[in-house]
């Protein structure tokens, strides 16, 4: 049954969190915004991703915490309570029931639509849902926000994977569970379901776990995770898959030769892409399945006179929440200006001023939840030396810091700053140890100010706290 047409000045497609940043920001200047969303209006991160994730993970990190200070170590012998922990990550995930981020929809003033969207013309899309389809229009912009979507390799289609969202939501812990990615995905499902007792196989195509950061990274956090009992194997890639009453049999190929690896379960954590394949992209000149490319101002480069924009994943640009909701604030900000009653044309925009998403070039964060944790900012000294930048690398033991001595005497961790000498400025920064997550800010704010190191010498470092290692950072520069 067809709808009356609804029209909005803004519609938002997609209601996760990236989506719901850019429909608030888009309204302040009294624009009427709509959001399309299909499924639970939060999206990926509130119910399958980043906070169900880290509420698996905080058990074990706890626990580990624990043990790793005399003092506290008696009273860590147990082991996880998966029960317990399950039902943590059932309330962090609100039980999987949008209506708390409903209401706050109805009190921002925005739309809700339920259904699937398609774009069937310029500004012009129908909502579909069930039976029921509605005509809608956008009379100012279109904002694209739907996310991204798992890769599933062909070897695996026929046995039905887990998926990630399959890991964070998971009721039972697998006997047997083999996980395919060195990612951050990979790692840290094979650092909770390790924790919580399954037998984890992670299988690595490449030669290394985390790719997009420091090589050292990548080796601390895989021999934590052998040391935790979970068998990591690179080089190997799966070759054959086949299911049945006994679970999943797996034929995989790496130099040693062929080999069979039976699981109860077997996780694809292979990538993700945008999620653009059923939105009818190809009715506004667009090819169905690649990412919507923009500009620092979140507009879409391929479609004429500026009235649709991307943000988060969709783009192909940004692969983390955070920085996909710094791109809605941008993009909301954009469209509000241009549009909105009393705005102007800001097309002038100065890279770093609100109406442009500069830090996606070079100052994008990202924390990994394994133990250790991993936390980098901008450029990996490859990435700095491949820019043609005049590099420095300031390397530092965390453990030689007064504040991890605090925190444990088995504290093991690493601290790296990738310099560009010829400014004096930090350009990169990674973190590898317990509790570097909350170090990284400090370096993020250093990157995007482009603060000297002859500034940040005045920056003195609470003691002891593990930021003392900017001191030692500046000391190892020769300042």
Not at 16 to 22: R, T
Not at 316 to 327: E, P
Request: proline share 5%; with cysteine; aromatic share 6%.
């Amino acid at each position: 049954m067809v709808q009356q047409v609804q029209e909005f000045d803004v519609v938002v497609v997609g209601g996760g969190a990236v989506g719901e940043n850019a429909a608030d920001r888009a309204g302040r200047t009294g624009l009427s915004v709509a959001i399309v969303e299909h499924a639970l209006v939060g999206g990926e991160c509130s119910y399958w991703a980043c906070m169900p994730s880290k509420a698996l993970l905080r058990p074990g990190s706890a626990l580990a915490a624990a043990r790793a200070v005399p003092g506290a170590a008696a009273a860590g012998t147990g082991t996880v309570d998966v029960a317990a922990a399950f039902a943590r990550r059932d309330e962090v995930a609100h039980h999987w029931d949008d209506g708390s981020q409903v209401s706050w929809l109805d009190s921002a003033g925005i739309t809700l639509l339920r259904g699937h969207a398609r774009f069937t013309g310029p500004r012009a899309l129908t909502v579909t849902d069930g039976s029921e389809e509605t005509p809608v229009v956008a009379r100012r912009a279109v904002v694209l926000a739907t996310g991204s979507e798992p890769i599933v390799p062909a070897t695996l289609a026929d046995v039905r994977p887990w998926s990630s969202r399959d890991a964070t939501s998971a009721q039972h812990v697998p006997a047997r569970l083999a996980i395919l990615g060195g990612g951050v995905v990979g790692v840290e499902m094979a650092t909770a379901f390790a924790d919580f007792g399954s037998e984890v196989t992670l299988l690595v195509r490449g030669a290394r776990l985390l790719g997009g950061a420091e090589p050292f990274a990548g080796e601390l956090v895989a021999d934590a995770l052998r040391a935790a009992g979970v068998d990591v194997r690179f080089g190997t890639e799966v070759t054959g898959a086949t299911r049945d009453d006994g679970g999943v049999h797996l034929e995989l190929s790496s130099a040693d030769g062929t080999v069979r690896l039976d699981v109860t379960e077997v996780l694809a954590a292979t990538g993700r892409r945008p999620r653009t394949s059923d939105v009818g992209l190809e009715t506004i000149g667009l090819t169905p399945g690649k990412p919507a490319e923009v500009d620092d101002a979140l507009c879409v480069t391929g479609v004429e006179d500026g009235w649709l924009f991307a943000v988060g994943d969709v783009s192909g640009r940004t692969a983390t929440t955070h920085q996909g909701k710094y791109d809605a604030r941008v993009a909301g900000d954009v469209v509000a200006h241009r549009f909105g009653p009393g705005g102007g044309d800001e097309r002038d925009a100065a890279p770093w001023s609100r109406f442009r998403a500069t830090a996606d070039v070079a100052a994008v964060p990202q924390v990994v939840f394994t133990r250790p944790e991993v936390a980098w900012v901008g450029r990996s000294e490859a990435a700095a030396r491949d820019a043609g930048i005049d590099v420095q690398v300031l390397d530092y033991a965390l453990e030689d810091v007064a504040g991890a001595t605090v925190l444990s005497p088995d504290y093991r961790g690493r601290g790296r700053l990738v310099v560009d000498r010829s400014r004096g400025v930090v350009v990169g920064a990674t973190f590898v140890g317990p509790d570097v997550a909350e170090l990284l800010h400090a370096a993020t704010v250093a990157v995007v100010g482009e603060v000297p190191l002859d500034r940040l010498w005045h920056a003195v470092p609470s003691y002891p706290t593990l930021s003392e290692v900017w001191l030692r950072f500046l000391e190892t520069a020769g300042l």
